[in-house]
């Protein structure tokens, strides 16, 4: 049920890596406040389930798959979305890929480039061509789910980290681009959260141990913890379209 100060209702939401973990949670609390999002992932059946549970709920959702390290389903799904919808008010880029654990001596070209395309000329390009019909539409607005490995690199984590931080300096230069449409470009900075994608954190006791060492409140987060800040900057309670993105560190308050 929306609320009268994240209030979503006409707004229409787009979602990547959406069928589970941070992108399901944030795709489920901006179709509970009013938003009609589009769920999306690279195999459309998750995606599907996500959507069915909230309409279940009494919410607007549909799925549509796009797989964002490649170029062309890119250009599909921002096609798609202008000829069905006429525009789009709000871009998540949370799709990520981190094929690789181990020492940066050990990472192979195929590694290299899945988690380049993906992490890095994904977002780039989701950005622009949602921007564009943001632009149409008189503005709206992106965020970027980078990480804290942006700041500080993570152990056995070096090219995901490389593409996170270029996240970051990516959402500085669209914020500052792009405020003169009314697009207003920020990041979410999550810290260690328990999700499928961060498993092998999870799984090794000396990586989840080394993990927790920098957290203060010496916890993990969920998902649902992440969704919250995402609704705070999707909604007009963040309007302030100054050019400057605000960059939001979960790394050490979870």
């Known amino acids: 049920m929306a609320t009268n100060l994240f209030d979503l209702t006409g707004k229409v939401a787009l979602v990547t890596g959406a069928s589970r973990g941070i992108g399901e949670s944030i795709a489920k609390l901006l179709a509970e406040q009013g938003a009609h999002v589009i769920v999306s992932s690279r195999k459309i059946a998750g995606c599907q389930r996500v959507v069915d ?61 899945k988690t380049v395309d993906v992490n890095i000329r994904g977002y780039f390009f989701m950005s622009i061509e949602g921007g564009k019909l943001m632009k149409e ?7 970027n789910t980078a990480s804290v490995n942006a700041l500080q690199p993570g ?24 405020a003169q449409f009314g697009i207003r470009v920020n990041a979410l900075l999550p810290g260690l959260t328990k999700t499928k994608f961060a498993g092998a954190l999870f799984d090794n006791d000396n990586m989840y141990k080394m993990a927790m060492a920098v957290i203060p409140m010496k916890r993990h987060a969920v998902p649902d913890e992440m969704a919250g800040t995402v609704l ?11 050019g400057q993105s605000i960059v939001v560190d979960g790394g050490f308050t979870v």
């Open 155 to 178: 152990h056995h984590q070096a090219i995901y980290s490389i593409t996170k931080a270029a996240v970051v300096n990516m959402t500085k230069a669209f914020a500052k681009e792009c």
């Open 53 to 113: 549970e909230i309409i279940a709920a009494g919410d607007s959702a549909e799925a549509h798959p796009c797989h964002v390290g490649e170029m062309d389903q890119i250009n599909e799904i921002f096609t798609y979305i202008k000829d069905k919808h006429g525009k789009l008010d709000i871009l998540v880029n949370n799709a990520a890929a981190n094929p690789h654990f181990g020492h940066v001596f050990e990472t192979d070209l195929e590694a290299y480039n």
């Open 137 to 143: 539409g008189g503005g709206g607005t992106i965020i």
């Open 232 to 242: 705070y900057l999707a909604s007009e309670a963040s309007s302030y379209t100054t």
